[in-house]
Each structure stands twice: as structure tokens, then as C-alpha cells.
């Protein structure tokens, strides 16, 4: 009895988060799942993220905004009875049962330094810092590896071709999460591509928005110079109360 | 009945000119940047034609060169993959019942057909490609791949004799084939050894075609990334060749022609002393000065050796300089 | 001294591989030089391609040591010219995969000088990366 | 436990029991082949029981003296009246025991043969009992049928002594004079204006070196000189009809415009003629008129107009004709007509040798576009007219021979070694060096092939000469524009080092090709080509200078690339076969032909179509059959409605009885007859025995002539009594000697699968497949297929049967085409 209670109340816990208060009869579905070759059962309602925690796990990486924008907690796993390998964010994945599954806390990928302001804006930007790009065989497995469900194949080919525009407007949703490259039989690092193209695209080839301008512009005569002088004055615990107060949207 | 044969045939019927042919057009990375000068040209010459290139809709990089051993099917997935674009345009209505995809570079040309052959020959390694691009429709195997030169030739010498507004007199060309527009002669459009499919254009647009002994020498490919010497002695040995043959200007239909024998000019300097530098065309540019269709249509700001100098000397680029 | 070679049944794999790799039946060549006089980049190999027919039909190994494969540009001047009708350049084609496959390049993508890259079209990257990069 | 039947040499199982028709049967041990699998005692024994079988013995070899004595004895002690010998295939000892017939006073057509050696011993080894079993079934078959046998007649067919000899050069020439000395009339015919062919246009010969015009020039002077032979220049066979001792031939001779009666050569024609065109004989290097003599030795050696370029004759009117003018024996006449004229002669010789592959086919070679790139023959020429100290064009500095070009290359599609290009490039190569040292003379080539008498010696001299041997195939030519001179680039592929050198001269030793008018004269004569695109001979080893064709035989390069020596060897050789047939003055023809039973015949006329050889017409109210144009092949025999046809050998009631016996006491539903046609079929399963290929032992193998012999009717009645399918092995259509005869069994089997399908009998029961006699596995592979499948199906329901019975009465079959 009381281990169930208080159980219930480590799945809750645990799972508040997200399962915004956990009915108890939810937890009437349990599934299993294989984290790293070790099954566990765990309700069904969990996302492969509260599940791993579920079982027991404690993520120090492999774990970031918990909203699906940050691309930290990258997981791939296989169905039961599926040959197909997927890939997804793990805090956005329900379980299902006899889903096999592990995290990739990290790809490795190093990002060419470049000075956007002193590239010339022409496709040989690629040719120069990501020249592997032009090993793409056109598999589309990245597309498929994609968790934003953006045309990765389509923007690689944009970079080749030199389209910085489509490259920018494919590519847009990008979280970096970085299963395209992990998946790539060309070793290509997409999301670092399509980052030297958005910047690329962002100083030569879109119109420089308004409203930026005239922030710049305001900071330029010094409007804001008072209010950081107070910040940089503030002891740590009167910036951990205006943070507290800060004003935002509710969640 | 050879794929050529076919493609003729069916130029005859639709005889290009006698208005409104829509193909579908694969144009290749190249042609998007460094080549805009074919692309451009091409474009412009096929419209005079009374042809639209119908640009393909998310086409891919194809892969150049195709791929040779038996066993590596992945790297016909890129040519695959805009095989089936022709279908979906087709479907789509872009074009109307036409399978024919028109190339403009001669690799990309090559790439595209040899894959073709080979799902054609090699049913069972479609099937597979085909599984392989589960989230692609099926392709079915109706495409015919076409070289922009096999379109020109069907068109009836008349047609382009009309088209021609400033006739290139006194101009000595050597037409120059290279590799992958003839090679391998089940791919090729032309005699391997002696191409003249450029030759009767050329002789239409008022121009001479001066034989030069090095038109179907390879220009060292993409040797030019890791070997730029020896790429720049090819061109040295082509070039010259030309020279001595008569030529004022050579004409091909491949960037990578062109970027070896044109921009290498520079390398072939610096190595060979008594070279003469050599403007590098592509025939569409030929095409559009004859038909009097404007720089735009030329663009031969594009070209590393300017040909003004040649040009004003045959007194055929006045009014542009 | 004449340098001896061992006829071994590594030979022998090695033969086959190239044979089933290409599809090309390697020991119906001639030994004519067809392909080497027709070949554009010969002036820079340290074999000459019909030799490096022959080194497969004897089935040296150190064939794979040698440049020939690498600087052929697949243009096919020997494909349509050779009198036994075989396709040299998918003979090339395998024995480059057979180094490439075991996930050795040979061109470091990175090594390419900036000024190249900054000229070269991607045409020609997208070839040498096709056919000297695994 | 037999006793080998070496120790024991006496026959046995002799019994005597009187019959209607008096038989004797011979079962032959063939030393064991055949009795170390069957069971031969009981083979005969089973034989001696069968109704008519006066005598039945086995004995270890039939075909021994001993043998034969026994048969010949057997026939006058017990007056036999036909004799079966069960042993080997008749293809193989069939004469001889024909023969012990003939001298025992029997006609040698009531001999039968169960071969019981290749159809089962050596097929069934595996199973000794199935292959009694179907030994004694065999040997039934052939009693069965042998009972019925008649005497046939011998027919022969009249060979004359006339012969065609088509192509001039020295193959012809050589056939045409051994002919003509032997006695032998000969009509030579040349299709240009003279003989001598390519032999004439050469320099020397390798290896001897004599001067080829020479030695040439008294064979052809011969020609005309010869009494037996009617020479015809520029006259082309148009049509040639018929067959061997009856060929009819029409030939068009091309119009002179020259009577070669007056005219007398002297040349003044062609100074006034204006019109000059490239020189054949020269091979383009020079000039000649419209009007010309072909060459110096020319035979016969007059003038003809080349209509195609003289002025007068192209233009018409009365333009030009100054020739006329000019000739004091005024033999010129622009009014000649194309003459046509048909004869008939016994045997052919075709002699039309070869065309030099065209050069300019290997475009990178530079032919004909460059200034100094010549063939082989065109150096001929020039090394003639500089020994004759009136040089063409001057031959200095370096030299370069290019061999194999278009031989050995499948890049033109000629995978064959032209044979003579190594020789004479050897001799030409010395003689230029000989005759100028200076001359810098290479040879490139690829391999060097000296096989000849004499030739490694004279090669070496080539060397000794000077003469540099580069083992390299050189693929690119460059002309300097200014020099001309040509750059080659070439591997030296023994040292692995690259020439890239300047020739003032590149000399193309081109190969040899089929003679494009050749392919013509084939078709007339039904004459096949080797893949090689030159005519098949007859046997590559025994039968080297004959053709398929009887009375039709090859000499020189028409049958392959071959130097002269060869090309002359062959010719005799076609001669002496031709005069081994012509000799004989009668050629003997096969008894089987088909006869009509007048009194069942009401002369419909519906056979008078069916007969692809059309031997056939109604005479009266009769259908009456030409006996030399039947080939017997039977076909006819299905179109009679009343029955009234039947085939000599083969008659309805003789394959009917052999079918029965074959079916005798086999379970039924599960045999299956094969109907071999001799020329493929039954030799096909020959040659399955003599490879040991075993095959299903429910098959019963049934000779023909033909297979258009099966009608539908046999086939369903064959049915009808209890075979479980029949399966008909014909030859492709292209090699019976049955002109028409596969269409016609096709024809057959289909209409048989029509009326099967009707009845309800799966049409899978008989079945039609042509064979070439090198399909070992395939025929033994559908005999398989077949017996497997007819077991399958399991026995025809009596009611079908006999429902076919019904159908068979009335299958008749006149579109046969």
C-alpha cells in the first residue's frame, strides 16, 4: 500500500512537469521499454524522457529545455517487430511498448570558424569550411532522421547549388540536435552547414528588418546605457528577485 | 531501335520550332553558378527555338560521374531520384506527356543516362533503389535522357538559319566533344572517335569549323582538383592544337570543360611560355551572339578568357563593347 | 637483379574481387597498350594502365599502391577503343573502392587549398569527392 | 552370373517356328557394351516368341565376320525374308549389314535396326532390367515393323561432268584449271572485267618472294587457253535454281561497249578519253580513264567502258565519244546490252573471295584523311611501281606498320585473326628496308603469328633485314598540319615505356572480310555463314571444302581468311571432291519416297498444295509424284482426305505396327514415342548414347525421315492406343535437307494440339521441338520433361481414346505453308 502511494507519488513527481498531474488510473497501462538493452515497465503515458527518469535514470545531458526547442535530448530507437531505425526527441516521444531505444547525449561535429563579414557570398562558402558537402549521395536519410520533419536532403542541395535562400527557408526549424549528421553516409555535419548559410543568408541575402535597425540604433545613442549600469550594479540576490519578477508569459 | 534513333524520331514529329515545345530541363549544380553563361544561353537559344526548358522542380545534384562498380547501388540514388522528378512533372501537368529530360551539361547528361541504362538492364537494382526511396514514388523506368545538342540537331537547319540575325563570318571554330558526350558509345550521342554534331550548328551560324585533332581528348576532369599541372597540360596540348588547326575560339557543352580549359588558361600560362590564350565558349553562346539575343543571353562577362578581342576582330561584338 | 613475382592464391581472390567488382573479365585482356596510348593522364602514372591489367591478372597485390587507379579520369578513351571490348575504367573504379572501402581517402577533403575551393565548381568537387573519397 | 561372352563364341537360342512373313532376329552383345547392361540371351528369347520369328540368336559381335556369316548363313538356310539386327544405331553399321542383305540375294530395304545400344544401353546403364525391358520392346518394334517391309528400288540420280566456278581470283583459277584438265566442262565467271583477283595487285609473295604477277599471270593465261573452261568476265550470276546435277544458273554479262574480239589493247581510246576517276587496280593511288584496260596482264585483256562515268554513256546523245573516233579497229559500240544467259551445270565451286577491310572504319587511324596514312594493299602497289623504277609517291625516313587493323578488334566486330597481315606486313616491312636502308622501318604490333612453312625463317629476316618489331597497338594519330608527317602514340607494352613518334609513312595492314557479294550467292545456295560472317564449311576437319549443300563446295578466303598457298590448296581440293561426285556419274538417292495408292486416289488435287518440294500433280484423275523432286519427307501424307498417300520405308501400317508393339505390353498411359527425324533427331539420341547421357527408359525413340512424317493422324492414333504423349525431334529448319518440312511439322503438331484440346486431352501430349544435333542436354532433358509429365497426367480415360481413334479417321491437314 504504501509503497504504491508513494510511488505514485514519484511518478508524479517526476512526471509533473509534463503529465500535468497524473490520474492514478493512468497507471492501470504500463508498457515496456529497452533503454540500452535493460527492459523496464513504466506507464504509458510517459515520454521517453520521463520515462527514462521513470526507470531510474538520471540525465545530466541528453536533457535541456524539456519543450522540444533545444535539440539537447536526440534519441533513437526501433518499434517492436520494426527493421526501421528512428530517430526523435526524447522529451517529445511518448513510450510504446517493446520500443528499444538510446539517447545521444552528443554529436561530434566540430563548426568551421569563418567571419561571415569577410566570406563572399557564393556557394564556394561551402566549398570552403563544409567541403564534404559535395559527397552528398542524395539518400535522404537525413530527412528521414530529422526530428523537426525539415528536408534536410533539399537544403544540403541548396547548399551545393549554392541557394542560400532555399537553404535558409528549408533549414529555418533547425534545432541542431544533429541526427542528420549522425546518420550521414557522407559525413556531413548538415546543421553546421545550414547555420553558415542562415548567417550567410541573414547578412547578403535577406532585407535587414526594421525594428532591428531602430533598436541598434537606440542602443547606438545610448538609450539603454542607465538601466545595464543598474543591472551590472545588483547584488546576485536582487538580480534573483527582478528575475523572479520578471515579466513573461505564463506557461 | 536506338534510344537516339527515338528521341529523333520523336523530334520529327514535334519538330522543335514550329512552336511551344515544353521539356522537362535538368540544369546540375554547375549551371546555377560558375556556368550561368550555358545555362543562361541556353535558355535564351532554345526560347528563339520556339523550345521551353521547363526547369524541374527539386532537382538534386546528380552525382557526377556515375558510379562504375557493379555492386554500388547508393550512389544511383541521386540520378534516380530526378529520373522521378520527370514523372512527378508529368503528373503534375508541368509538362505534357514528355519523358524526354533535356541536359544542358554533358556529365550531368552521362550521370543521368547511365543510371537510366543500368535500372533498365538491371531490373532488380531498381527494385532495390526504388525500396531504398520508400518516401519517393516508384520510378518506372519511361524517362529518356537527352543532351540539348540531340535537341538542336533535330531542329531543321532552316529553323535556326531563320534565327540568325548577325551571321558569324570569318569566325574559325573548333568544336570540342570531350568525354562524356560521347563516351561510353552506348551512352554517347556521336561517333566516339569523329563528332561532328556540333559541326553543322556552327556552319549555320555563318561560322567555320576548323577540325581540331584534340576533340575528344579527355581535358583531365576532375584530375583538376588533385592534379591541376597535369590538367593544365591537357588544356595546353588541346588548346594548341586548335590554334594550329586555325581556331580563333573552341565551343563545348560541359563546365568542366570549360573550367579546365578556360580558367586553367591561367595555370597553362604560367607553365607553357608561348601559349596564346583562347576564348572557351559554349555553343549556346555562339548561338545567341548569332541570333542577336543581347549580352544577358551571352553573358560572356562570365567567361575567364574574354572573347571581346576575337569577337571584335570577326567585327561581331561592336554595338556590345 | 630481376624482381620476382610470387603467383599466389591471393592473387587468385585478388583477380576475382576485381573481376566481380568491375564485372569486367579481367584476364581476357590482351596486353595490346591500347589504353595506355589512348589515355590522357598516362604522363603522370607510375603504371601504365595496361600494366595495371596485367598486375590484376597476375594478382599483385601491390597494385593497390600504385597511383594508376587514382588519376584515371573516367573519361573512357580506352573503354571504346580496347580491341577485347573490356571497360578499363570500372577496373579502375574497383580497385579504387577496394582502398576507399576500408575508409581510406585519398584526397583529405580539408587538405584542399582554400584558393582552389574558392574557384573550383562544384561539378569538379562533387567528381573527385565521387571518386577518390569513400 | 553371366559367363563373359568372349568364352562363349557359339550362337545360341536358335529356334525354329514357321511364320508368314519369315524373320530373323540378331541380338549383338557389342562386346559388351550392350550386354553388360542388357540382358541380351533374354532379349533374343523374347524375340524367338514373337509371331513370324523363324530365328533368334545373340552373338558377341554382329558386325564381325563371324557375324555377318551367321546372318548370311541363317538367310539361305532358313530363306528369311527380313532381318532385324538389334544392336547398334544404324547411322553407324546400318551399311553393313545392308550389304549382307544384298549378297545374301535379299533386298537390302528389308533389313530393320533396334538400337539397343545408344537408345538404351548406354543410356540406362543404371537400371539393367528397365533396359531389357526396353531392349526387348526395341527389338519388337523392329520385327513389328519389318514384317511389313518391301524391296525398295534403288534410285539414283544422273551426275554430269559440268562444273560453275564462281570467282576469278586464284582460287577460282586453280579450281577452274584442275576441272577443266581433268575433262571437266567449267563455266568460270568473273564478276570484273578480268581475272586474277587480289593476287594480281601484289608485289611479291611471303615467304618465297617471288614477284606474285609472275607467277600469277601464265595460271591465268592458262584460262582462255583451256578448252574446257568458258570464261565470263564482268558477268555476274543473277539466279542459280535446282540442285546437285541439275543446277540451272543465269548469269548477265555487263556490257563491254567493246568487242574484245577486235579490240587489241593498244591504248589510243584511253588518250582521248577525257573523263579520269580514281584506279581500282591501283587502289586509288592513280588514275584511269572511262575507258580502260583493268591492268597489264588483265585477262582477257581488251577495253571496257565504265558506263558509270563515261560521258557518252551517262549523258546520252551523241556527246564525247572520241574513243570511238579514236580506235582503229572500230570494236567500240555504245549500244551494248546487259546479256542474260542460263545453263545448267552438276557442281558449284564458290571461290568469291574477300574484301580488305575498309580503313577509314578505325576513324582514328586517319585514313583517308591523312595525306600519309595507306593501306597495305596500296604499298603493294607503290613498292611495285618503285621497283619498276616509275615510283607513285617517294617512300623515305621512318615507316610505320599498324597491324591488326580491323582484325582481332571487336570494336569493328571482327573478333578473328586475319592470318596473312603478320606475312606480308614481315615482307613488306624488308623489302622497303632491303631496297633502301635508309628507311627507318618499325612494325607495331600485338602478337606475331609466323605458324607457316617457312615463315618464322622469313619473319626472322625482316629482323635480320632491320626491321623494328614494337609489340604495342598504337591508338592515337595526330597529321601535323604543315609536315603532314603523322604522330603516333603507342605503348611499348615490353618495356612499359610510351613512343609518341613522327612517321613520314603509316602503312595499315587491314585484315580481311567477307566479300559483300558473297552474302548473294549464299542465299542462292542455301550456304550458312560461321560467325565470322565467311560460309561454313560442311565439317571443320573431314569435311573442310563442302558445304551443307550437296554438289556445292568452297575454295579460298570465301570460307575464311588464308593465305595463298592455302587459298590454292583448297581450291584443288575443292575440285578433286567435285570430280569424286562427277565422277561417279550417278548419285544415289534415298528409296523413301512418297507413292500413291491409285486406287484410293480421286485426284482432289489437296496434296498437289501440301507438298513443300511440289513434286506433286494431278495427272488425269491421278495425283502422280515426280520421284527426283520428292524428298520423301512425308508431309503430304496428312493432307489426303481418302488415305491415298503413303511414304516407301515408312508406310502408314509399318509405324502403326511399331507403335503397337511399342505399347505392347507397357503399362499404359506411361510411354512415350519420340519421332526422330534422320537428319537430326535420331543422330541427336546417337550421340545422347555415345555421351552416356541417361534419360527416362519410358521413352521408345521412332525413326523418320522427317517430321512432318508425324501427321496428326499417327500422333492420335498413337494416342489412341495407349501412348501417354508423343514427342516430335525435328531438325531447325535451316539444316533438313526437307525443304519446307519443319513448317509443315509444325504445322502437324499444331493442328494435333487443336483437335487434343477438343477432346478434352491436355495438348501437353505431343509435342514439337526442333533440335541442332549439338543439343545433348536438351533433347534428353525434354524426354525427361515429357515422360515425367505424361506420368503425371496419369492414363487417357479409354472413351477419349477411343473418341480419338474417331477424330484421327478424319484428320486431314492441307495447309501445311
Known amino acids: ?251 | ?321 | 637483379m630481376a624482381e620476382k613475382i610470387a603467383i599466389t592464391s591471393e592473387g587468385v581472390a585478388l583477380l576475382d574481387r576485381i573481376t566481380k567488382l568491375s564485372g569486367e573479365k579481367i584476364t581476357m585482356c590482351d596486353q595490346c597498350g591500347t589504353c595506355t596510348a589512348s589515355c590522357p593522364m598516362v604522363a603522370e602514372m607510375d603504371v601504365t594502365p595496361s600494366q595495371l591489367m596485367r598486375m590484376v591478372q597476375l594478382g599483385q597485390n601491390d597494385v593497390l599502391d600504385t597511383k594508376t587507379m587514382w588519376l584515371c579520369a573516367s573519361c573512357f578513351a580506352c573503354t571504346v577503343r580496347c580491341p577485347r571490348g573490356l571497360d578499363l575504367s570500372k577496373v579502375a573504379e574497383a580497385l579504387r573502392q577496394i582502398t576507399l572501402r576500408k575508409a581510406i581517402d585519398r584526397i583529405d577533403v580539408r587538405e584542399i587549398p582554400e584558393d582552389d575551393l574558392d574557384e573550383l565548381p562544384q561539378i569538379a568537387l562533387v567528381a573527385a569527392l565521387r571518386k577518390l573519397t569513400g | 552370373m553371366r559367363s563373359h561372352p568372349l568364352f562363349a563364341p557359339e550362337p545360341r537360342n536358335a529356334i525354329e517356328i514357321g511364320g508368314e512373313v519369315r524373320v530373323g532376329v540378331y541380338v549383338c552383345h557389342c562386346g559388351g557394351n550392350i550386354s553388360e547392361v542388357v540382358d541380351v540371351e533374354k532379349v533374343a528369347r523374347a524375340a524367338g516368341e514373337e509371331h513370324d520369328v523363324v530365328v533368334a540368336r545373340d552373338y558377341t559381335h554382329m558386325c564381325s565376320d563371324l557375324g555377318q556369316r551367321l546372318i548370311a548363313d541363317d538367310i539361305k538356310e532358313h530363306d528369311l525374308e527380313a532381318i532385324v539386327v538389334a544392336a547398334c544405331s544404324p547411322q553407324f553399321q546400318g551399311g553393313t549389314f545392308m550389304r549382307v542383305l544384298e549378297t545374301s540375294g535379299l533386298n537390302p530395304h528389308v533389313l530393320e535396326m533396334a538400337n539397343i545400344r545408344e537408345h538404351c544401353s548406354w543410356v540406362h546403364g543404371d537400371d539393367p532390367e528397365a533396359a531389357t525391358a526396353k531392349a526387348e520392346s526395341l527389338t519388337k518394334m523392329a520385327i513389328g515393323k519389318a514384317r511389313l517391309d518391301e524391296p525398295l528400288e534403288k534410285r539414283t540420280m544422273p551426275i554430269g561432268k559440268r562444273a560453275l566456278v564462281i570467282g576469278g581470283g586464284i582460287a577460282g583459277i586453280q579450281s577452274a584449271l584442275d576441272l577443266g584438265d581433268a575433262g571437266f566442262h567449267v563455266h568460270l565467271v568473273e564478276k570484273t572485267a578480268s581475272i586474277g583477283g587480289k593476287m594480281a595487285q601484289l608485289s611479291r609473295t611471303f615467304p618465297t618472294e617471288d614477284c606474285s604477277a609472275c607467277i600469277l599471270s601464265p595460271k591465268m593465261a592458262d584460262v582462255p587457253a583451256n578448252p574446257n573452261i568458258d570464261l565470263m568476265t564482268y558477268t555476274e550470276v543473277e539466279k542459280i535454281d535446282g540442285y546437285l546435277g541439275a543446277f540451272e544458273v543465269t548469269v548477265v554479262k555487263r556490257p563491254r561497249y567493246v568487242d574484245p574480239q577486235k579490240c587489241s589493247a593498244c591504248g589510243l581510246c584511253e588518250d582521248t578519253c577525257p573523263v579520269s576517276v580514281p584506279d581500282e587496280y591501283e587502289v586509288g593511288l592513280t588514275s584511269r580513264k572511262a575507258i580502260y584496260v583493268p591492268f597489264g596482264f588483265a585477262v582477257p585483256n581488251t577495253n571496257v567502258i565504265d558506263e558509270s562515268v563515261c560521258l557518252r554513256l551517262t549523258r546520252g546523245g551523241d556527246v564525247c565519244g572520241l574513243c570511238m573516233k579514236a580506235c582503229p579497229q572500230d570494236a567500240i559500240s555504245f549500244d551494248d546490252k546487259p546479256e542474260r544467259e542460263t545453263f545448267t551445270v552438276d557442281v558449284i565451286v564458290v571461290a568469291t573471295g574477300y574484301e580488305t577491310f575498309d580503313a577509314a572504319e578505325k576513324a582514328v587511324y586517319g585514313y583517308g584523311r591523312f595525306e600519309n596514312v595507306v593501306t597495305a594493299l596500296q604499298m603493294e602497289r607503290m613498292i611495285v611501281h618503285a621497283a619498276e623504277g616509275a615510283p607513285i609517291r617517294p617512300i623515305k625516313g621512318r615507316v610505320a606498320f599498324i597491324q591488326c587493323v580491323g582484325s582481332r578488334d571487336e570494336q569493328v566486330g571482327n573478333e578473328y585473326c586475319s592470318r596473312v597481315c603478320c606475312m606480308y606486313a614481315s615482307k613488306l616491312s624488308q623489302l622497303l628496308k632491303r631496297s633502301d636502308p635508309s628507311r627507318d622501318v618499325y612494325v607495331f604490333y600485338t602478337d606475331l603469328r609466323a605458324f607457316g612453312k617457312g615463315f618464322e625463317e622469313y619473319y626472322k629476316r625482316a629482323q635480320e633485314a632491320g626491321v623494328k618489331f614494337v609489340r604495342g597497338r598504337p591508338a592515337e594519330f595526330t597529321e601535323d598540319p604543315v609536315t603532314k608527317k603523322v604522330t603516333i602514340k603507342v605503348e611499348d607494352t615490353l618495356s612499359r615505356k610510351l613512343i609518341e613518334s613522327e612517321f613520314d609513312l603509316v602503312v595499315l595492314s587491314v585484315g580481311m572480310v567477307p566479300n559483300p557479294g558473297t552474302a548473294k550467292i549464299a542465299e542462292m545456295l542455301k550456304l550458312t555463314e560461321s560467325p565470322d560472317g565467311f560460309l561454313q564449311e560442311a565439317h571443320p576437319k573431314f569435311r573442310p571444302v563442302d558445304t551443307l549443300t550437296e554438289g556445292v563446295f568452297l575454295a579460298g578466303t570465301v570460307q575464311g581468311p588464308k593465305d595463298i598457298p592455302d587459298t590454292v590448296a583448297q581450291a584443288s581440293a575443292a575440285a578433286a571432291r567435285a570430280i569424286r561426285l562427277m565422277n561417279q556419274g550417278e548419285y544415289a538417292l534415298s528409296p523413301v519416297v512418297a507413292f500413291v495408292r491409285e486406287d484410293a486416289c480421286d485426284g482432289c488435287g489437296a496434296c498437289v498444295d501440301a507438298c513443300p518440294a511440289e513434286a506433286i500433280r494431278i495427272e488425269g484423275k491421278l495425283a502422280s509424284i515426280s520421284e527426283s523432286a520428292c524428298t520423301g519427307c512425308g508431309a503430304c501424307l496428312a493432307s489426303c482426305p481418302k488415305d491415298a498417300l503413303d511414304l516407301k520405308g515408312y508406310t502408314n501400317d509399318q509405324l502403326e505396327a511399331e507403335v503397337e508393339a511399342a505399347l505392347e505390353d507397357a503399362e499404359p498411359g506411361t510411354v512415350v514415342l519420340v519421332f526422330a527425324d534422320d537428319m537430326t533427331g535420331y543422330r541427336l539420341a546417337d550421340n545422347v548414347g555415345t555421351s552416356r547421357l541417361p534419360y527416362a527408359s519410358d521413352s521408345r525413340i521412332i525413326g523418320v525421315p522427317s517430321g512432318s512424317r508425324v501427321t496428326p493422324k499417327l500422333a492420335l492414333r498413337a494416342l489412341a492406343l495407349g501412348a501417354g504423349g508423343v514427342l516430335v525431334a525435328d531438325s531447325e529448319e535451316k539444316s533438313t535437307p526437307y525443304v519446307g518440312s519443319t513448317r509443315a511439322m509444325r504445322a502437324h503438331a499444331a493442328e494435333t494440339k487443336r483437335i487434343l484440346e477438343e477432346e478434352g486431352v491436355d495438348p501437353e501430349r505431343v509435342r514439337s521441338v526442333e533440335f541442332v544435333t549439338v543439343m545433348l542436354a536438351k533433347f534428353a532433358g525434354q524426354i525427361d520433361e515429357m515422360c515425367a509429365l505424361v506420368r503425371s497426367l496419369g492414363p487417357i480415360p479409354q472413351e477419349k481414346r477411343d473418341a480419338l481413334k474417331e477424330r484421327a479417321d478424319g484428320a486431314v491437314l492441307v495447309d501445311q505453308k
Open chain 2, 1 to 321: 531501335m536506338t534510344q537516339d534513333k527515338a528521341s529523333r524520331a520523336r523530334g520529327d514529329r514535334r519538330e522543335a520550332g514550329s512552336g511551344g515545345t515544353r521539356l522537362p530541363y535538368y540544369p546540375g549544380c554547375t549551371l546555377k553558378t560558375t556556368a550561368r553563361n550555358l545555362e543562361d544561353s541556353a535558355l535564351a537559344v532554345a526560347r528563339a527555338l520556339g523550345i521551353e526548358l521547363v526547369e524541374l522542380p527539386r532537382w538534386n545534384c546528380c552525382g557526377v560521374v556515375a558510379s562504375l562498380t557493379d555492386d554500388d547501388l547508393m550512389r544511383h540514388l541521386a540520378p534516380l531520384r530526378n529520373l522521378i522528378r520527370v514523372q512527378e512533372a508529368n503528373a503534375a501537368g508541368i509538362v505534357e506527356d514528355e519523358m524526354r529530360l533535356v541536359t544542358l551539361c554533358s556529365m550531368c547528361f552521362n550521370t543521368l543516362k547511365r543510371t537510366n541504362a543500368r535500372v533498365a538492364e538491371r531490373p532488380e537494382d531498381l527494385e532495390k533503389l526504388n525500396d531504398l526511396m520508400y518516401k519517393e514514388e516508384d520510378y518506372e523506368g519511361g524517362v529518356e535522357v537527352v543532351h540539348f545538342l540531340e535537341i538542336l540537331r533535330e531542329i531543321d537547319p532552316e529553323t535556326i538559319r531563320r534565327n540568325v540575325k548577325r551571321p558569324l563570318e570569318g569566325l574559325k571554330v573548333a568544336p570540342y566533344y570531350g568525354c562524356t558526350l560521347l563516351r561510353p558509345k552506348e551512352i554517347g550521342i556521336d561517333d566516339p572517335e569523329r563528332p561532328t554534331a556540333q559541326d553543322d550548328i556552327i556552319r549555320e551560324l555563318g561560322a567555320e569549323v576548323v577540325d581540331n585533332p584534340r576533340k575528344t581528348v579527355c581535358c583531365g576532369s576532375y584530375q583538376t582538383v588533385a592534379n591541376k599541372d597535369a590538367v593544365a597540360d591537357l588544356a595546353y596540348d588541346i588548346l594548341t592544337h586548335a590554334r594550329a588547326a586555325g581556331a580563333d575560339v573552341l565551343t563545348t557543352f560541359c563546365p568542366l570543360c570549360a573550367f579546365n580549359l578556360d580558367n586553367r588558361q591561367r595555370e597553362v600560362a604560367a607553365r607553357h611560355p608561348d601559349f596564346e590564350h583562347m576564348p572557351v565558349l559554349y555553343l549556346t553562346q555562339l548561338m545567341a551572339l548569332a541570333f542577336g539575343l543581347g549580352e544577358e543571353a551571352c553573358r560572356f562577362d562570365l567567361n575567364f578568357v574574354d572573347p571581346a578581342g576575337v569577337l571584335e576582330a570577326s567585327q561581331l561584338v561592336k554595338e556590345e563593347s
Open chain 1, 1 to 251: 500500500m504504501s509503497t504504491k502511494t508513494s510511488m505514485m507519488e514519484r511518478i508524479s513527481e517526476s512526471t509533473r512537469s509534463l503529465t500535468t498531474g497524473v490520474d492514478t488510473k493512468d497507471v492501470e497501462h504500463w508498457v515496456t521499454i529497452h533503454i540500452m538493452g535493460r527492459g523496464y515497465r513504466v506507464p504509458a503515458d510517459l515520454t521517453i524522457m520521463t520515462a527514462m527518469e521513470f526507470a531510474g535514470y538520471k540525465l545530466i545531458r541528453s536533457c535541456g529545455c524539456r519543450q522540444g526547442f533545444c535539440g539537447a535530448c536526440a534519441t533513437v530507437f526501433r518499434r517492436k517487430g520494426e527493421y526501421r531505425l528512428e530517430t526523435a526527441l526524447a522529451c517529445q516521444t511518448r513510450v510504446e511498448d517493446g520500443m528499444s531505444l538510446v539517447q545521444i547525449p552528443f554529436v561530434p561535429a566540430d563548426a568551421a570558424s569563418y567571419d561571415v563579414a569577410a566570406e563572399e557570398y557564393s556557394y564556394t562558402v561551402f566549398s570552403k569550411h563544409y567541403p564534404e558537402v559535395a559527397r552528398c549521395v542524395s539518400c535522404n536519410t537525413c530527412t528521414k532522421a530529422c526530428p523537426q520533419d525539415l528536408e534536410v536532403m533539399d537544403y544540403v542541395q541548396a547548399a551545393i547549388k549554392g541557394d542560400f535562400e532555399a537553404l535558409t527557408e528549408a533549414s529555418f526549424d533547425c534545432i541542431q540536435c544533429g541526427l542528420c549528421a549522425i546518420r550521414c553516409p557522407a559525413e556531413i555535419a548538415q546543421y553546421h552547414v545550414a547555420q553558415l548559410g542562415r548567417r550567410m543568408y541573414g547578412r547578403y541575402g535577406s532585407a535587414e528588418p526594421e525594428h532591428l535597425k531602430n533598436r541598434v540604433a537606440q542602443i547606438e545613442q545610448g538609450e539603454f546605457d542607465e538601466a545595464l549600469d543598474e543591472l551590472v550594479g545588483a547584488t546576485k540576490d536582487d538580480l534573483k528577485k527582478r528575475y523572479a519578477a520578471r515579466e513573461r508569459e505564463s506557461d
